[in-house]
């Protein structure tokens, strides 16, 4: 079973600033990566799949990297709806769908 | 657009059947993966496992022996069942749909989900 290791596990940011989320792979994993938002009571939604392309309606502040092993989350400029939990999953090595653990995005 | 809403009973007995449906509106169950997620603090998400609109099913081997998914197209549902449940099982539980994967035609990734139903395993 694939790991995806999270981090930092905590980001603490102001609204404007850039953030910055690594997600780490216990073997290759290709390009299967996505990543989700969660807000407090919600669901997970889906932002970035295949590791840089941006889900439906999400917006161009959202960007995403990587192949292989190692993946990242960007946001260029924090809003502030955008703090919440991210999460990534992986489709490379399944079943099953395996996740991180999650790098809670908290306003400094 | 695509809802989708867990409902069942939001405790179960040890040693019980947690039974638990999704109902999709909205869109089609056809030609989908239909999933099922649960959320706990100390496992954090975790993939149950999933349906396929022609019946087909894949499991999280860490849980196969004790789940059963299930699906009603008259109905436009789909089903949970996890035998035999624990403690260990509280936890929120979410279905969600995977469209096929254009590049790989495998299954793609968990969009939408629905907004979660808390299961408590407790006596």
């Known amino acids: 079973e694939i790991v995806l290791t999270q981090s930092p596990a905590t980001l603490s940011l102001s609204p404007g600033e850039r953030a910055t989320l690594s997600c780490r792979a216990s073997q290759s994993i290709s390009t299967n990566l996505a990543w989700y938002q969660q807000k407090p009571g919600q669901a997970p939604r889906l932002l970035i799949y295949d590791a840089s392309n941006r889900a439906t309606g999400i917006p161009a502040r959202f960007s995403g990297s990587g192949s292989g092993t190692d993946f990242t989350l960007t946001i260029s400029s924090l809003e502030p709806e955008d703090f919440a939990v991210y999460f990534c999953q992986q489709r490379g090595n399944w079943p099953p769908y395996t996740f991180g653990q999650g790098t809670k995005l908290e306003i400094k | 657009q695509v809802r989708l809403q867990e409902s069942g009973p939001g405790l179960v007995k040890p040693s019980e059947t947690l039974s638990l449906t999704c109902t999709v509106s909205g869109g089609s169950i056809t030609s989908y993966y239909w999933n099922w997620i649960r959320q706990s603090p100390g496992r954090g998400l975790e993939w149950i496992g999933y349906?396929?609109?022609?019946?087909?099913?894949n499991y999280n081997p860490s849980l196969k022996s004790r789940v059963t998914i299930s699906l009603d197209t008259s109905k436009n549902q789909f089903s949970l069942k996890l035998k035999s449940v624990t403690a260990a099982d509280t936890a929120v539980y979410y279905c969600a749909r995977v469209p096929v994967h254009v590049g790989t035609g495998h299954p793609g990734w968990l969009d939408p989900w629905g907004q979660g139903t808390l299961v408590t395993v407790s006596s």
């Open positions: 349906i396929y609109s022609s019946g087909s099913t």
